[in-house]
């Protein structure tokens, strides 16, 4: 159980397109979704936390009209990285949560993104 | 803010060794979360930890939530090549809103030579 899906697995763009990454619990509802950032040998860090049905919380530093998160259901939230360029380049991985505080985050495979 | 100090930074290890690293934090948690992650992957979640004193094994892992509520260590027994991965531990506060965030620490790389 507990199975987080994240799409695209990677993907290679040019620069000032935008991506959209999906993240989908799939076999439970997932009330609070988290979007994470992890560059090459460093832990993750958080982007933001969104809610279902609300606007997204960001962390001091990440601009919200660059990386677009979106909750509308309780299986599915996206990230879009609006006009892409090179410094945007990463590994992105999306969490999810059910209700309760004795349930842990689950973690999708991650995106790793490269803006030509 | 919080931080999360784990240790060690890395391990080289014979297949069959155990292992043990651990996190301590300035602050408390009331939950302590232990991760691997496998290049490339996500974090998958090893073991979940919701009270302090608590001892949970899964397999050969076995993990601890610190009396203080300011540390966790993890323990691997008989260690396998498949082992091989980024150990992360994470702390979460409590319940509600923010306080589902997690403070990761900088992850332990665990070598094993078979």
């Known amino acids: 159980g507990a199975v987080v899906s994240q799409h695209p697995s990677w993907v290679i763009c040019k620069s000032g397109t935008s991506v959209k990454i999906e993240c989908r619990s799939l076999?439970?509802?997932?009330?609070?979704m988290f979007w994470y950032r992890q560059f090459p040998k460093q832990s993750l860090m958080l982007m933001a936390t969104?809610?279902?049905?609300?606007?997204?919380?960001?962390e001091q530093g990440v601009e919200k009209d660059k990386f677009l998160i979106n909750h509308a259901s309780l299986t599915l939230s996206t990230l879009t990285v609006t006009s892409a360029h090179p410094e945007d380049s990463s590994f992105y991985i999306c969490?999810?949560?059910?209700?309760?505080?004795?349930?842990?985050?689950?973690f999708g495979d991650g995106t790793r993104l490269s803006i030509l | 803010g919080q931080q999360l100090n784990q240790s060690p930074q890395s391990m080289f290890i014979q297949e069959g060794e155990d292992v043990s690293m651990n996190c301590t934090s300035s602050?408390?948690?009331?939950?302590w979360l232990w991760y691997k992650q496998d290049p490339g992957e996500g974090p998958v979640l090893l073991i979940a930890?919701?009270?302090?004193?608590e001892l949970t094994s899964n397999g050969r892992l076995t993990a601890q939530f610190g009396i203080t509520r300011k540390d966790s260590f993890l323990n691997i027994s008989a260690s396998i090549p498949s082992d091989v991965g980024i150990y992360f531990c994470?702390?979460?506060?409590?319940?509600?809103?923010?306080?589902?965030?997690?403070?990761f620490g900088k992850g332990t790389l665990l070598t094993v030579n078979p």
């Open positions: 994470a702390g979460q506060l409590g319940s509600g809103g923010s306080n589902y965030k997690l403070t």
């Open positions: 969104s809610n279902e049905g609300s606007k997204a919380t960001y």
């Open positions: 930890l919701y009270k302090a004193g």
């Open positions: 076999d439970f509802q997932a009330t609070t």
């Open positions: 969490s999810a949560k059910a209700w309760g505080s004795n349930q842990p985050q689950h």
């Open positions: 602050s408390i948690f009331n939950t």
